[in-house]
């Protein structure tokens, strides 16, 4: 029987069965508002389900790839993850220990705009940290973070210390989720100390977590930008210390 001979005998309601080559028989049901005049309705539901979990995947896989170009990760940390690094101390095994943790419960630190702060003398694994944590929340959760140097920061948004949450220059610090902010040091001026305090001041009260990396200690940190930047930082948060000799030949 043909297609068309199938619709002109079928009846509003009729039911029959057709045959996927891989899930074996699904049913149709014939829909009709007149005689001789309509159409089957029904789908194998696995075929349907496999198309679109390929779709969600390539999208997925599409997204990721979008936020790996906007995070701006240094090509030297783009393999950065941490499976693929051997802590030395007890200090690196904890902090790394608690940066993993930190992305198993990215949904609740990133709604309660938790920040991580990691201190200790340069080699000791800060910045692969940073980034292990920048690729697993990516890969991982899809989030939007972004990667910068203090440096970085600051020769972006040059000229705005007064700037106030309108600066286009600026948006891209205060956009991201989650920003890591690497090599924080003591500014050398007060220009600079408050166009990096007015960039955080505007992610702290959008509740938008900021991960520090710096050589500076805990008491540096709050010479160089007081005891309230230190202890936003803090507020829900950790202090990771880091020690012992570099991880960077330990890690691939």
Known sequence: MTAHSEIETAANGDTRDRQCETHGAYPQTFISREPGRGFWMGRCEPCHAERQAESERRQRLQTIWELHGAA???ERYRHARFGNC???????RAA?????????????????????TLVGPPGTGKTYLLCAI???????????????????LLATVKGCWAWHGDSDAAQCFVRARVLLLDEVWMPTDE???????????????????????????AQQLTDAFGERFVDRLREGGRVLPLDGKSMRSACT
């Open 191 to 217: 220009r600079a100390r408050e166009s990096m305090m007015t960039v955080l001041d505007v992610r702290y009260r959008q509740r938008f977590p900021t991960l520090i990396a710096t050589n500076l200690t």
């Open 134 to 152: 920048a690729h697993a929340l990516i890969e991982e959760r899809v989030q939007r973070v972004r990667y910068a140097s203090m440096a970085d």
């Open 72 to 74: 701006q990760i240094p």
């Open 86 to 92: 051997a802590p030395t101390t007890a200090l690196q």
């Open 96 to 116: 790394m220990k608690t940066c993993r943790e930190y992305v198993d419960g990215a949904d609740d630190n990133i709604a309660q705009g938790v920040c991580l």
